[in-house]
């Protein structure tokens, strides 16, 4: 068993590595108080501040079914990638619909999939009900990260399964790819509810834009562990559902929350008031997904590591 010396440089190693986990989608100016690397889709690249270089960009296949758009070619996806200087970039893709038969489903897969291009963009795998298809299509997805030299594998489709709350489908896949691959990157799950109900370790990534579309909205973003998490209505503006307000107590919670984790906050009831810029929630909104995420994945490495050290203790038969 190593001791206790040796524990704390490998822990202050995992400490940094998963400082990079958490990859937020921008899609305005809004300026962090905190360093943060950023995954930016293509149409949205061009509107990135100075300082908020993508460390990663995605295929934009989302945005440009949403508003019917081309998708990017691989090769202007590599010259992309190139010129904001991205460290990984993914392979595009068009979604299969959400209620796919299997057949329709891999054909998707299979198309999208047998991506060529001159840099290694990463596959993405989509989420379907049919285990047998998926691990088809994963096996798809192995082989063209391995031919395309991809350091990873995107795992896509999450999102209509988690509105549908299939937490566990979405785990058991996730985990799938993960245990195939070694490293994934699970596409729209990386809200603080989302994180916890799907506890995966820190080698999966996770991007969420929800950060700054709930912030538009009204809404402020509570860890888990304030009120149960989840949303809070701050400007009365009205919108197509009921949603609960902040009330004082969660307002005085999430300040301290956020003091305690090195986020500049004002005394409580300019906090308050301060909660009613959009460009202040959606600071707020980004830090809460971020520290939720470096703190989940700091307590479940600390679990791995408390684990290992009991099997070490035990004596051997």
């Known amino acids: 068993m190593a001791s206790g010396g040796e524990e704390r440089p490998r822990q202050a190693l995992l400490a940094q590595e998963v400082a990079l986990m958490l990859l937020l989608t921008y899609t305005n100016s809004a300026s962090l108080q905190f360093p943060h690397p950023a995954m930016a889709s293509p149409p949205y690249a061009k509107y990135l501040p100075p300082h908020a270089e993508p460390r990663w960009l995605d295929s934009g296949g989302y945005l440009a079914l949403k508003r019917g758009a081309r998708l990017p070619t691989p090769r202007e996806l590599c010259r992309l990638c190139e010129e904001v200087g991205a460290e990984v970039c993914f392979a595009p893709d068009v979604p299969p619909p959400p209620d796919a038969d299997s057949l329709t489903y891999f054909r998707f897969e299979a198309r999208n999939l047998s991506t ?126 009921k949603y609960p307000t902040l009330a004082p107590d969660e307002a005085e919670a999430l300040r301290r929350w956020l003091e305690e984790r090195g986020f500049a906050v004002p005394p409580l009831e300019e906090f308050i008031e301060a909660l009613r810029s959009y460009i202040y929630r959606a600071q707020v909104n980004a830090f809460v997904a971020l520290k939720w995420h470096q703190d989940s994945s700091l307590n479940h490495m600390r679990r791995c590591i408390q684990e290992e050290q009991r099997s070490v203790r035990q004596p051997k038969s």
């Open 116 to 241: 060529t291009a001159p840099c290694p963009l990463a596959p993405v795998v989509h989420i379907h009900t049919s285990p047998t298809a998926y691990a088809a299509a994963l096996r798809l997805g192995l082989a063209a990260a391995r031919e395309l030299g991809a350091p990873l594998i995107g795992v896509g489709g999450a999102v209509p399964h988690l509105t549908a709350h299939r937490y566990s489908l979405v785990r058991a896949r996730a985990l799938e790819a993960l245990q195939a691959a070694g490293r994934i990157h699970l596409f729209g799950a990386g809200s603080p509810t989302t994180l916890t109900r799907l506890s995966l370790p820190p080698s999966a990534s996770v991007d969420w834009a929800g950060w700054t579309l709930k912030a538009s909205y009204g809404k402020v973003v509570l860890p888990p562990e304030i009120g149960g998490g989840g949303e809070r209505h701050v400007t009365g503006k009205k919108l197509h559902k």
